[in-house]
């Protein structure tokens, strides 16, 4: 089983857990920027921390065989806290970098109109450097901030396509389903989505345009469970072929379209539908 964690904050994550990752099948991973847990003071800590992130962690990740990308945004947290605020003036000089594959995780947690202002004005950044973008879904009232995520990508201009909306469940996946946009989903072990919930959804949804994540950070987290809902589907009755539609393939397109990802010499073909995506290829 090969596996692609389309966003794991491993920043949060020990060496051994990039041991067992790569002993698991994990060969690439997705590390999106998000809130360390302890506010940050100024915008200046974002540099040492975006730098980490296309540096540092990118170096740790490679001692195991295995790529590191990752996304760079304010996350919505922290857009509520005017000390941050200058983040936005950072971020265009990470999108330029090789190593990112998207704007994120960008979206909302309160639903705030400091969070609006953020939000739009990142989507903004997506469509002006051509990188698809990572949206977070809030932990609290997720239907309504799932809805107001949707009409806000809409009105951005964004090709659906290029948008993966994140840390889906039963009673939000409807929603997105028809919009264009891809269905993400973290497998946690007591809160979000278990191995077995997702099985369910796959079976009523299919795997197109589907992204099982682990989202492990510092919390009580897991960056195994993605190999759990492969073996979940496994003894569901789903085939091989599937599970690596799920767990390789689809990260594989959704990030393919920044045209960064080299996954030349990892478990697979750094193609995708007989395309290259290289950077620089056709």
Not at 64 to 69: D, K
Not at 125 to 150: M, Q, Y
Not at 156 to 162: I, K, N, T, V, W
Not at 221 to 244: C, H, I, K, Q
Request: glycine letters at 8%; proline letters at 5%.
């Amino acid at each position: 089983m090969r596996i692609f964690d389309p966003h794991v904050h491993m920043t949060s994550r020990t060496t051994d857990d990039y041991a067992a990752m790569a002993a698991a099948g994990v060969r690439a991973v997705v590390e999106p920027a998000f809130w360390l847990g302890q506010p940050r003071t100024n915008a200046g800590s974002f540099t040492d921390y975006f730098d980490a992130l296309i540096g540092w962690e990118p170096f740790r990740a490679g001692q195991f065989g295995i790529r590191h990308y990752a996304t760079i945004a304010l996350n919505p947290k922290e857009a509520n806290d005017p000390r941050c605020r200058e983040v936005l003036d950072l971020v265009p000089r990470y999108l330029d970098k090789d190593g990112v594959v998207a704007v994120g995780e960008i979206g909302y947690d309160a639903m705030t109109p400091a969070e609006d202002e953020v939000f739009a004005a990142q989507l903004a950044l997506a469509l002006e450097f051509g990188l698809p973008a990572l949206v977070h879904t809030p932990h609290r009232d997720k239907v309504t901030g799932t809805r107001r995520s949707l009409a806000v990508v809409a009105e951005s201009g964004l090709d659906p396509a290029a948008v993966v909306i994140d840390h889906l469940n039963e009673v939000t996946v409807g929603l997105v389903r028809d919009t264009g946009c891809w269905l993400g989903f973290s497998i946690y072990p007591d809160t979000k989505m278990s191995p077995e919930r997702m099985v369910a959804i796959l079976r009523e949804c299919g795997t197109e345009r589907m992204l099982v994540n682990s989202a492990a950070d510092w919390g009580r987290s897991d960056p195994l469970l993605t190999l759990r809902t492969g073996e979940a589907m496994l003894a569901a009755g789903f085939d091989e072929d599937d599970v690596d539609r799920v767990l390789w393939r689809n990260p594989v397109e959704f990030y393919g379209q920044s045209k960064r990802l080299d996954l030349d010499g990892v478990s697979g073909e750094a193609t995708y539908a007989g395309n290259s995506i290289l950077r620089g290829g056709a």
